[in-house]
């Protein structure tokens, strides 16, 4: 159940009938060409822009300037995109998936399409389902159940994932920030604006571009401003 690509229990889960040995054999391939494009990609591009930042930051006694920020801002926004989208396929496509086809695992749904989120709350419950039905099962239903209004109990998941996401961060760089924490819980407001704009304009796409905007123009390269300095 540890290697296990789900992290609710029960006492049966659907399998497969067989082992597929070239499917196992494409995942390992697949996973070894994903591994070194994000090597190339960080030892070219993010790396090289890391150490510009860190020694125009020693010009100016460790303070990051308005200029500096938006120079570096968006020099770090489309390497660190693919980044993450290749760190999304590596685990969830792949791993995931070998893990599955390895020990005859029949759910394969990992994930949804959120990159179609119309709103951010769809993004936040499509793109990791093993969290998401765990964070359902063990915490938001738990609430609900003993009285808890809906709304509150969404935000009880809301801020417990936060707390997870910063110690993830924390734990390996030995170093306890709020920063990650903060930036999850500062999306509670832009949860709300997305979620009314999706209601009011139902077939228009300008929830998926604040989305995308805010995921790959602030949210992401906002991290090595804050983490990089510590």
Known sequence: FWIAPTLTYQIAFPKTPRVRSLRVIGLVLQMIVVFSLFSFLVAQSVAPILEQLLEEMEKTDGKITGSLMAEYWLKLSIPNTYLWLMV?????????????????????????????????????????????????????????????????????????????????????????????????????????????????????SIGNIMFWTCFCLVGQPSKYFVYVPS
């Open 88 to 204: 999304f396929y590596f685990y969830f496509h792949l791993y995931l998936n070998l893990c599955a086809e390895v020990l005859r695992f029949g759910d394969r749904v990992f994930y949804k399409d959120w990159w179609n989120s119309g709103e951010v709350s769809a993004y936040w419950r499509l793109w990791n389902l093993p969290v998401h039905y765990w964070l359902v099962r063990h915490l938001y239903f738990p609430c609900v159940r003993v009285g808890i209004p809906k709304s509150i109990s969404t935000l009880a998941v809301f801020f417990f994932s936060a707390i997870m996401h910063e110690l993830i961060v924390s734990i390996p760089f030995h170093m306890l920030r709020p920063w990650s924490f903060l930036g999850m819980m500062s999306q509670i407001p832009l949860v709300v604006i997305t979620k009314y704009l999706y209601r009011r304009y139902p077939d228009s």
